[in-house]
């Protein structure tokens, strides 16, 4: 029961260039989606959320997109920087209190100098 | 900046035997979580913890595993008789609210 895909296991860039990784969801009732980031051994880092009131926010060089008819989220990174590589992970949740994520499979993002 | 801490960083059991994970959450967070991932695989939650009694948990978390908060400062994930397939990164999450949903940097748990 995969509620929240990430259907691209890799992604390689240039430095300078745009990232865009791609989550799908299936659970309508989904209406709170986070990215984290996270390095081998360590735990998932948060970098960026969006509530399904919004389609957009914007945090730095990070922008995540919400099409809600489509159930899809993006995530834009630029300039990518060879730091940003890592695996990405979608995660979604019912409500923004005290609920479960529901993770994607990660997207390993690579950035090449 | 605020972190969640997790010990110990490894840990390697035989089967059948207890493990205790322990994590410090942030202090001022209200809900407290555990989730696995096991090699190559997702993230996946395990289950919720708020006022003192799970919240929520997930069909993973069964009669082989509980959870404590024994004395407001700790939060612990014991496995009562672990199995080959316990074998995971254990990692503990505190929030409150989402912005500031945190994870522990993880429990390597080794079933041998």
């Known amino acids: 029961d995969q509620q929240v895909k990430q259907n691209s296991p890799s992604l390689s860039v240039q430095e300078g260039r745009i990232s865009i990784l791609n989550c799908d969801y299936t659970?309508?009732?989904?209406?709170?989606f986070l990215w984290y980031k996270k390095y081998p051994a360590e735990g998932p880092t948060f970098l960026i959320s969006?509530?399904?009131?919004?389609d957009k926010n914007e945090d730095g060089r990070f922008t995540v997109f919400l099409n809600k008819s489509a159930k899809h989220l993006s995530l834009h990174i630029v300039p990518s920087q060879p730091g940003d590589s890592a695996v990405y992970f979608c995660a979604a949740s019912e409500g923004n209190q005290g609920g479960k994520l529901i993770f994607g499979q990660g997207t390993e993002l690579s950035v090449k100098p | 900046e605020p972190e969640v801490t997790q010990t110990p960083s490894h840990q390697v059991t035989q089967m059948g035997q207890e493990v205790i994970l322990r994590c410090v959450p942030i202090?001022?967070?209200?809900?407290f979580y555990w989730y696995r991932q096991i090699l190559g695989q997702k993230v996946e939650f395990l289950v919720s913890?708020?006022?003192?009694?799970?919240?929520?948990k997930s069909e993973i978390f069964d009669d082989q595993f509980s959870v404590e908060r024994p004395d407001g400062s700790n939060f612990t994930l014991k496995i009562r008789s672990t199995k080959l397939e316990d074998s995971a990164m254990y990692f503990c999450a505190s929030s409150e609210p989402f912005y500031g949903y945190t994870f522990g940097s993880g429990t390597r748990l080794t079933v041998v």
């Open positions: 202090s001022n967070h209200l809900y």
């Open positions: 659970n309508s009732m989904f209406d709170y």
């Open positions: 913890f708020y006022n003192n009694e799970i919240s929520e």
């Open positions: 969006i509530s399904s009131i919004k």
